[in-house]
C-alpha cells in the first residue's frame, strides 16, 4: 500500500490526525474519469515532491507556516465508500481530526454528517462549483444539499465559485449562503476575504472541503470538472493557513484530483502540498 | 440627572444592554483633571450631536454599520467608584451587555473581574498606553496587572500603542500580550490588522476598552494625557465595528475623555459617536 | 468687495468658470449661525494662504493636479438667495461652470434647477448628512427631496454619509440612491470608491456639492452642524480630483462654512484649498 | 454548423446582441497556425465547458457578474473575411451589438470602421502586442494603424503589452496611446488600473478587443504569439467586467486563439468564459 | 537652560549624536512669529509628553520602531544662526550625526554645507513648500537654490508638497528633482512611496529635513506657514522611520515650529515624538 | 553556436556586460536531467520569442522597464564548469557585469567568489529552496554554505522559498538569512516585498541568483525540481526590475530550466525575457 509519508504515528490511538482515502467516484457525473484513483496518486506525490534522498536518508520538506512538530499523524489507508461515514464517526468520537483525500466530492456529506456530532458545522467550500443541486441527489454535484442537516448555510461560504447552474444560485439564495467567486477576491483582496470569513464562522466549529477544482486550470489541470477562471494557488494557500490557524477547524478533505488529465503531476503535487500545509496549521486536537 | 438618549428601554430588566457612568478619577495620576465629569458630558454630546430637534420632535441619527433595532437599551446612571464591581456582577449574571462611560481607567479592571465570571477572558485595549505598569498598583496606569486573574493575555491585543514604559515592553513581552503600534497599522492596513486581531481572539470571549487617547490628539484633544502620533478615527471605527460584529464581544467601555480640555466638544462627540456605533453592532444579548 | 484673487477674467463674457457667492443662511436650521460671512471668507483665506507677497509682488501657489493655465474666471461676486436660480441659469445658457460659494445648503437646489437645462444630473453629494428630509422642505436639510426633478438619485452618490435620520434612510433606499460611509472608504479604499463613483455617473452630466462638514471636525471644525468620524482631507482632495478630472463635471459649489467656529482659519483655508485644486482639474468649458 | 448555445434568440431582428464568427487567418504572419478554426472551437468549447446535461436537459452556467437575462444574442454563424465590415455595419445600423470571435486581429480593423459611424471610437486593446507597426499594413500587427480614422487614440489605451517593437512604441508615443503593461499592472493594482481605464474613456463610445495573448501563456497555452510575462485571468476578467458594467461599450471581439497548441482545451474554455461575462456585463442595447 | 532629556550623553566627545537648537528666525518672511522659540519649546515638550514622574523617578516611554539603546545622545545646546555652520562641521568631522532644532528653515542651507564634506548629499525634504525660490536667495524659501553646491536634487525628493510657486515648480522640474504631494501619497500608498524614496537615494547619504507644515494643520497647527490638505502623522512617522532604519541617513532637522500658534502644545509634541523616533531608527554611527 | 541575439558588442572590450552560459549538471541531484542543454535553450528562446522577422529584417522587442539603449552587450559563449571562476573573475576585474546562464545552481557559488572581490555581497536568491544543506557540500543544494566566505547572510534574502529542509531553516536562522515564502508575499504585497529587499541590501553591492523553480510549476514546467505552490511571473519581475533600477546591483544569473520537460517553450521563454527584463533594468557599468 502507498503511505502517506508524513505519517509519524505507529497507530490509530497513538494519533491526533487521521488521514484517510476514499478511492471511489461511483457518485461522480463527470466525463472524466479517475479520481478513485486519486488517493494512492496524492500520497506518492507527496513522498516524491516534499521529500528529497540523500545518503540513503530521507528528508522532508518544512510547511511554509504552521508546524508538523507534535502533529501524530496516522494513515488509516483507504476505506470503501459506503464505509465514510463510519470510519469518520470512529475519528470524531476518538476526538481526532479528519482528513480525507477523494475521490468524488460526494464524500463530503458523510464527513459532515459525522463530524457535527448532532450540532451543525460552518462549512468552508473551495470549488469553482456550489455543489448544490437539488433536482438530482445524493452525488457530487449536491453535496450541499444532502447536508443541509448538518450544516448551517448562513455561517457557510463558497470560495472561488464561478460555474453555478441557476437552481444552485436560487438555493444559496435561499439559504443564506455566501459566495465569493474569482473575481470577488481579485476585486475584495485577499486579507478582506480572510476577514469575511473569519466573520462569518465566528464561534462555530469549521469544516474545510477543498475541490481541486476551485483553482485556475493552469495550477491544477488535472481534475474532473475544469473550469476557467480560477484562484490564485498563493491566494488558495493563504486563505486555507489563514483560517485553519485561527478558526476552530475540526476536519478537512482534498478531493476531485483526476490524475490521467494531470500535466507531469503538477495537479497531484499541489494536492499533497496542500494536505501538508493544511495539516501544519491544525491545533494539536480538535475541540 | 443627564440621561442617555439612545437609552430605550423603561427599567433594568427590560433592557439586554446597561449604560452605566463611573464619575470618578481618583485613580488617575494624570496632571490634566476633570475625567470625572466625562459620564454626563457623553451623554450630552450624544444627545446634541446625534439628534436633530425638528417641529418639537426629537430624532435620532442612524449608526454607520449595524442597528440599534431590537437593542433594549437602560441607562442605569452613575456609580460610585467603589460599586462598580458590583453593578457589573449584576448586569453579567443576568445576562446583559455593559457598556461603561469613564471616569479613569482603573474601572476597566473592576468590569473585568465582574465580567469574566471565573473564565478569563480576551481582552482588546485600544491606547496610547499599555497600562501594564507593575511598579505601582491598583491605578490608571495598571490595569493590565491587576487584570491578570480575568484575561487571557495570549488572547489579547494592545492597540494603538506609542508611549509605553519600558517595565511594561517587558510584561507585555512576558506575557505574550501582542502589541500593534499607529505605524504598524499604517505598515499592515486596517484588513491585516482586523485579521490579526480575529485570529487572536477567536473562540475567546472578547471585552473592549476604548481609551480615547489611541486616536491622535487632533480628533480627541480631550482626553488626560494625550500623545502624538496616535490612530485615525476612521481606522479606530473600523476596527470597533468589523471586531464586534464579527467576535463575542460581551460588553465595552469608553474611557479618560478630559472635558475641560475638549475643543468645542470635538472629543466629546467622538465618545458618543463610538458608544452608538458599537452599540449598534453588538449582538442582541451575550454569549 | 473682497475678490477672489484667482479670478483673472475682466467680464463674464470673458471668461469659462463663473465664481459666485450666496452670502445668506436664511434656510438654515442649525444652532451655529454665521454661513452666511462664509463666501467673502473663503475669498479672503484664497488671498492670505494660496498667495505670497514678494518685493510687492502677488505670487499665486500652484494646484496638486490639473493646472489653472486656460482657465479664465471670473469672479461675479455675491448674489441674493432669491437671485440664485436666475444668475445660475444665465451661467449655463452661456455655455460656462457655474462656482459657488454658500450659505446654507439650501441653494446647491437652485443651482441644479438650473444647471440641468431640462435633463436630470447625476450628483456627488460630499456631506456628513443626506440632507433628504421629507417631513420638512425648502430647506438646507431638504436639497435631495427638493431637487427630485432635476437628479437622477440612480446615478448619484452621497459620499461621507455619516448623520442620517431613519426617513433620510429610507429615501435614499426608494429612490435607488447610494452611499458610502467614512467607514466604507477606509474599509474599500480609495481608488475602489473612485471607481464605484465613475461607474455610478458614467455617460451623465455631473454635479458636485462639497457640504465641508464631510470632512473630520479635526480638520474642518468651522462648519455649521459637525459631525465626528468624518473622511480625511486627503482622501476627500484624491476623491474630487480624480473625478472631475474624469467625468464630465458641469459645477460644484461648497458650502456649510461656519467662519465663527473655525480654528485659526483652518476651514477657511481648507475651503479655498478645495476650491482651487477643483476648478484646476475642470475642463476648459462644460459639455 | 456549430452553434453558440447561450443564443436564445431565433433572428437577427429579434436580438439585440449579434455574435459573428470569422474563420480566416489570411493577415496572420504567426509561424503557429490555425486561427481560423477558432470561431467553431469556441463554440464547442462553450457547449462543453459551459453547460452541464442532466437527465437529458441542457443546464447552462450563470456569469459571475451582470446577467444574461434580457440579453437576446443571435448566432450569425461565420462570415467570409471580406465580408466582416459589411455585416458589422449591418449590426450597428440595426442598432445592435456586435461581438466577434476571431480568426486573426486584422477583423478588428473592419469592426472599428463600421462600429464608429463617422464619429472615432474610444478603443480598450487588451493584448501582449500593441499592433502599431506602421512599415507594414493591412495585416494583424498593423490594426491600430490601419485603424487611425476610427480611433481617438488620446482617449484608447493598450493593455498587458509586452512584447512592442520599436517602431510600435514610437507611434504609440506620438498618438499620445496610453499603454499598461504587466508590470505596470502588478504595481499599481487592479482598482487604479479599472480608474485609470474609466478615466481615460469617459464620455466616448468604446469598443473593445480581446487578444487572448495579453494573459500568461500558463493560462492560455493555445494562442498564435504567446508571450511570457502576461496578466492574470483574475486581473482580465476583473479589468473586462468593470468596465464593461460601467461604461459605454458598443461591441467586443476575442481573437488568436489557436486551437492547435491549446493544451486539454484550456484556451478555447477561456475564451467562452470571456466571451459570456462580456455579454452579461453589456447593457441590453448600445447607445 | 532647557535640556532635551532623552539626552544621556555627558560631553560632546562621549556622544554619537549631537542635539543642537537653532533659535532664530531672521531669515524667515512668515507674517506668523515665534519659531525662536522652537527649540526650547520642543525640548521641554519632550520632557513633558514623553516622560512619567513617578515616585520622583522620571520614567522615558520607548520609541515605536528602533531602539535608544546604545545610542548616546549629547545636547550641545543652542547656537547663533552664524555658527551654524561650524558647528555642524564640528559634529560631522567628528563622525558624529547632527540633529538640529529650528528655527526657521533657513538654517538646512548650511547644515547641507557641512555634511555634505565636499560630496553631493540626497535630501529628503518633507514640507508644504518647495523652497526653491530662486527670485530671493538666502531665506527660508530658498534652501534648495542656496543648496545647489551641496545636493544631488536627481537623487533628492519632495515630499508632502501642496504649496509651490510657479518659479519653484520650474526650478524642480530643471533640476530633475522629484515631488510627491499629499494627494500622491494616498494616490500611491505608503509602500510605494517609501519604495520610491529608497529607489531615489540608492547608494547615497541621506540628509532629512522635516519642515512640521508638511502634516495637515488639524496635527501641527502651530507652524509658521501652514496650508490646508497635509499628509497624516501616521504617513509621515511611517515614512521617517522606514527610510532612516533602510538608507544612509547622515543627519535631519526639525523645524518652523510656530509655538504661539500652537493648540495646547499638540505640534511641540509632535515634533518631540518625530525627534525620538527619528532617533531611535539611526544607524549608532554615521557612515 | 546558438548566440544571444540581444549581444550587440563586437567583443569582450567593447562591452559592459557579459553573458555566458555554463552547459553543465554535474553538482545536480536531480533525477530530472537536462539543465546542461539550457543556455543555448535559453539563447534559441530570446531569439524566437523576443525578434519578430519582417521583409528579412530582424526586429527587437523593447523591454518594459528599463532600457537596452546604450546597453553593450557581449555574448562569451559557454565556459567548461571549472572555468566559470576564472571568468567570472576577468569579467569583474574588467569592471564589466557577469551575466550567467545555467546549468545547475552550484556555479553561483563560483560567480560570488570572483564578483565579492574580497569583499561580502548581498545576495537575493530566488529559489523554492534555500539551497542551504550543510550536510552535503559543494552541489546545487549548498550554494549557500559553499558561499559563506562571499555573502553577508544578514544583508542578503531568500524569496519565494517553500521547500525547505530543516537543517536549511536551522542554518538561516543561525547565519540571520531572511525568508519570503510565497504566501508572505500574497500576505505582504509585492511594494512591501520590494521595500523589505531594498532596506535589507542598502549600501551594499548585490548580486541577484534567479532559480526559475521559484515560480509557480504552471509558469514554469520546465525545471529540474518543480514545486508547487510558487509565485506569479508579475510578481517576480516587479520584484527584479524594481530591485535592480534602484539598488546597486553588480551581476545576476538564470538557473535550472530543465528543456526536456519544458511545455511548447514556455519557461525558455520566460528564461529569455527574464533575461531581457533584468538587463534593461542594469546601469550602463557597475560600481
Ligand atoms: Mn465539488
Ligand atoms: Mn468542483
Ligand atoms: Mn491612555
Ligand atoms: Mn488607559
Ligand atoms: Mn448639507
Ligand atoms: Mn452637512
Ligand atoms: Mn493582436
Ligand atoms: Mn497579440
Ligand atoms: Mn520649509
Ligand atoms: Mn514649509
Ligand atoms: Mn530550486
Ligand atoms: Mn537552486
Known amino acids: 500500500m502507498t503511505r502517506f509519508h508524513r505519517a509519524n504515528a505507529k497507530s490509530f490511538s497513538d494519533a491526533n490526525i487521521i488521514v484517510m482515502g476514499v478511492p471511489d467516484e461511483s457518485r ?8 478513485s484513483t486519486a488517493p494512492d496518486t496524492i500520497r506518492a506525490a507527496s513522498d516524491e515532491s516534499e521529500f528529497f534522498v540523500r545518503d540513503g536518508k530521507l528528508i522532508p520538506t518544512v510547511p511554509m507556516r504552521g508546524t508538523l512538530e507534535g502533529k501524530r499523524i496516522f494513515d488509516a489507508g ?6 465514510v461515514y463510519e470510519q469518520a464517526r470512529k475519528i470524531v468520537e476518538a476526538g481526532k481530526t479528519p482528513v480525507t483525500l477523494g475521490g468524488d466530492h460526494s464524500l463530503t456529506t458523510d464527513i459532515l454528517k459525522a463530524a457535527g456530532s448532532g ?37 457557510s461560504m463558497l470560495v472561488g465559485t464561478r460555474a453555478a447552474e441557476p ?15 474569482p473575481i470577488d477576491i481579485t476585486d ?11 466573520e462569518k464562522v465566528a464561534g462555530s466549529r469549521v469544516y474545510i472541503s477543498v475541490d481541486l477544482d476551485c483553482v485556475d486550470p ?4 488535472g481534475v474532473s470538472v475544469p473550469s476557467p477562471g480560477g484562484i490564485t494557488v498563493a491566494d488558495l494557500l493563504y486563505l486555507l493557513t489563514s483560517t485553519i490557524s485561527s478558526c476552530d477547524v475540526i476536519g478537512f478533505d482534498i478531493v476531485e484530483l483526476s490524475p490521467d ?6 495537479t497531484a503535487n499541489l494536492a499533497a502540498r496542500i494536505l501538508t500545509e493544511c495539516i501544519a496549521c491544525l491545533k494539536k486536537s480538535p475541540s
Chains 1, 2, 3, 4, 5, 6 share one sequence.
Open 218 to 221: 493552469a495550477f491544477a489541470p
Open 78 to 83: 483507504n476505506v470503501q465508500r459506503n464505509a
Open 188 to 198: 475584495l483582496g485577499v486579507h478582506k476575504v480572510a476577514e469575511m470569513i473569519r
Open 167 to 181: 437552481e444552485e444560485i436560487e438555493n444559496a439564495k435561499k439559504a443564506g449562503l455566501a459566495m465569493v467567486t
Open 119 to 155: 450540532r451543525k458545522l460552518s462549512l468552508l467550500y473551495f470549488d469553482a462549483h456550489p455543489d448544490f443541486v437539488s433536482s438530482a441527489r445524493n452525488y457530487y454535484g449536491s453535496v450541499l444539499t444532502d447536508s443541509a442537516d448538518y450544516v448551517d448555510y448562513k455561517k
Open 261 to 266: 488529465y494531470d500535466a507531469d503531476g503538477r
Open 28 to 35: 461522480s457525473h463527470a466525463t472524466r474519469k479517475g479520481t
